[in-house]
């Protein structure tokens, strides 16, 4: 069974910054795609950044380019999403997720495991 648990999540002021944690088991950070999502309220999912296990590589949305840095912690088995120059539009649940498909991007289908979320909550 594949648990993924996210923290970090909180509510600050627009151009601060937070740290999301997602605590995976050794098996799902050795093997699995890792990503973040998000989703705010009436909207669908989006891909907000991915890295791929093999060689670390990393994606990221347009929208958070420059601003959020995706990184893994090999020594806990943990993923990270750095978020820096928070706006209120990046308000929403965030979730970690984890795919154990051989194709991977930045669509929410491409994804088969999920945590149960940590808010975020950017005010003006």
């Known amino acids: 069974q594949v648990q993924l648990v996210e923290s970090g999540g909180g509510s600050v002021q627009a151009g601060e910054s937070l740290r999301l944690s997602c605590a995976a088991s050794?098996?799902?950070?050795?093997?699995?795609?890792m990503g973040w999502f998000r989703q705010a309220p009436g909207k669908e999912r989006e891909g907000v950044a991915i890295?791929?296990?093999?060689?670390?590589?990393?994606g990221y949305a347009d929208s958070v380019k420059g601003r959020f840095t995706i990184s893994r912690d090999s020594a806990n088995y943990t993923l990270y999403l750095q978020m820096d120059s928070l706006k209120p539009e990046d308000t929403a649940m965030y979730y970690c997720?984890?795919?154990?498909?051989?194709?991977?991007?930045?669509?929410?289908?491409?994804?088969?495991?999920w945590g149960q979320g940590t808010q975020v909550t950017v005010s003006s």
């Open positions: 890295i791929y296990k093999s060689k670390g590589i990393a």
């Open positions: 050794a098996y799902t950070y050795r093997s699995y795609n």
């Open positions: 997720a984890a795919s154990s498909w051989a194709v991977t991007g930045m669509r929410p289908s491409d994804y088969n495991y």
